[in-house]
């Protein structure tokens, strides 16, 4: 697939194209249908521009368009009367629209949360504002499946440092995680915009999915040689995150996990990693040197989408010499049973 405003190919299963950041359709968790609604009002911007704004007529469009689709259309119609569109046509950015928006869903029209991202998610898409709900269905490829099928499953007995812990230290450039979790919970600091340093305890076991996400000003993390499990997208967007030292054990670097660190520029896979999840480094656009042990046997063909500066260094005949060879990726590679390279000493 490719985006209709820049036709750069977008990753398979990606919302959003990692060229221009144009959102593309995504179904919502409790609608599978998600996709074909937002295809479908977002033809009525270019065959009935401004006449939209009549509600009454839109509803009237929205149900030649939604014929089978009663749910859906109900929820649309509910939150078209209700003043939605007024909310977003008036806005002065998109932000507050989103959010006046929510709340009128959730408070005034009494929806789920699952309702309330389904509409604006669709109204969103209709009027091409950039919006990715957080409840979205990331579809596996086939081969995908089968190797999260084939992952041990590490069970956690923690002592969960959860959201709420986190929120007291919401305005903090610099945290410190007391000795005794065992666990980050997931989205904990999601959105932590102020905090450039973490020290994590070294009791540390699992990191939650998505617990670092979009951490903008997040430039470094020591993640303790106690972590094993690494759950998706846990730094998915950290845009300033440029050193990142995994430990020894970690089991694989799953779905969205550097997704967009555009300021990595190195990284040395531990030997006990088995393999790398959808989008694992896509939009790693610094990315210059990635070490990958020869126990890799398992690499998502989306695993490193827009990594122009990429150079792996791995075992000669290993599977990411293969995969690298396939995708027209750069290498360097040392012959199997010899050491490859760590990090600089100068970056120490």
Known sequence: MRCECCNAEIPE???ICLQCRNVVPYNIKGFT???FVQTQM???VSEYGES???VQQLIGIAADLLPDLDV???LLVKAFNA?????FLGAENRKSAVSDAKSLLTEGCSMSEEETEFVLSVITYMLKMRYVSKLIIREK???SEEHENKVPVLTIESKVYKKFDAMLHRLSKSISIKEGYTKIDSYCFDGFGMM???TLPQTLLAIGEYAFTDCRKLTEIIIPPSVKKIDKGAFNACVSLKKVRLPDGLLEIGDNTFFCCSELETLVIPDTVSGFGENAFSGCESLKKLVVPQNVKFIDKNAFAYCPELVVYCHENSYIHKYCMQKKIKFQTQAPGTELPGYDTKEE
């Open 141 to 143: 490829s086939k081969e």
């Open 72 to 74: 859906e259309r109900i």
């Open 196 to 198: 450039k340093s973490i």
């Open 83 to 87: 003043g939605v569109m007024n909310i």
């Open 42 to 44: 977002r033809s009525l």
């Open 13 to 15: 299963y990606s919302a």
């Open 52 to 54: 939209i704004a009549n």
């Open 33 to 35: 249908n998600t996709k």
